[in-house]
């Protein structure tokens, strides 16, 4: 039991919310690399930048999902911008998700994932 659970899923950080696990299961449904979950990203001096919902850290591409709760009001926005652009200066590229276009416009999320993440075999 120990190996198994050394080795399998429950070494994996949980998704963080259920907008996170939807996400999840669409990247499953449609073929891509299971992404890190909850990756830490830090800078060329070892300062933390962001701790991201997911990340295929070979591509430098974060995914975020982007729900209303956490990111409304001036001081969640400015947080966000900075964030942004920290993660910029790094190289990373962001794909921001809105429940929206995960629930609503699927195929504008599949076609939005495909073009940043191509036929990537990764992580």
């Known amino acids: 039991m120990a190996e198994i659970l050394e080795e399998g899923e429950f070494r994996r950080p949980v998704p963080g919310s259920p907008f ?3 996400l999840l299961q669409f990247l499953k449904a449609h073929l ?10 830090f800078d060329d001096q070892d ?3 962001a701790r991201v919902d997911f990340a295929y850290p070979p591509l430098m591409i974060a995914i975020e999902c982007d729900g209303k709760k956490h990111h409304f009001g001036t001081r969640a926005w400015e947080h966000d911008v900075e964030r942004r652009s920290r993660l910029a200066a790094l190289g990373w590229r962001v ?3 809105s429940w929206d276009l995960i629930t609503n416009r699927s195929d504008e999320l599949l076609a939005l994932l495909r073009g940043m993440l191509g036929n990537a075999t990764i992580c």
């Open 20 to 22: 996170e696990r939807r």
């Open 47 to 49: 300062q933390f930048v």
């Open 32 to 41: 891509f690399p299971e992404p890190l979950r909850q990756h830490e990203i």
């Open 95 to 97: 794909i921001h998700i």
